[in-house]
């Protein structure tokens, strides 16, 4: 590899210098749109339009499907919040979420999906 051996050490040496002043936030689930730092509140709205349109005819499913740390949790938890906000919409909209990675096979997440379903419309069968 040649070239200088102690990069290491040196890159090592300045690791504690000034790093802990970087700004970060948190990758954790926001349901406040104040905390909302990434614009995942358009998506809220644009998931919100989609479920309450007297254009689509319920029941449905929808998933949201991205990368890990792409937001889903929040986007969900921010629908959440604005739904309990209305009365009147949230006891016509239930929304069931349930952590597919607990299901290490194929058959607890189906059986795990198949539980929460039945949750919302009664006996599964």
């Known amino acids: 590899m040649g070239g200088d051996g102690n990069r290491e050490g040196r ?3 300045g690791a504690g210098s000034g790093w802990d ?37 319920p029941p449905y499913s929808v998933g949201l499907l991205g990368r890990w740390g792409s937001g889903k949790s929040t986007v969900r938890a921010l629908y959440e919040t ?11 909209v239930r929304t069931v979420s349930f952590d597919a990675w607990i299901g ?8 795990t999906f198949h539980r929460y379903h039945s949750g919302c419309q009664g006996t599964y069968s």
């Open 11 to 13: 890159v090592a040496e």
């Open 21 to 57: 002043e970087i700004p970060a936030i948190q990758d954790k689930e926001v349901s406040e749109p104040e905390g909302d730092r990434f614009g995942h509140r358009d998506l809220e709205v644009a998931l919100r339009g989609l479920l309450e349109s007297t254009k689509h005819a």
């Open 82 to 92: 604005r739904l309990a906000e209305d009365a009147t919409r949230s006891s016509q």
């Open 104 to 111: 290490a096979t194929e058959a607890l997440l189906s059986k």
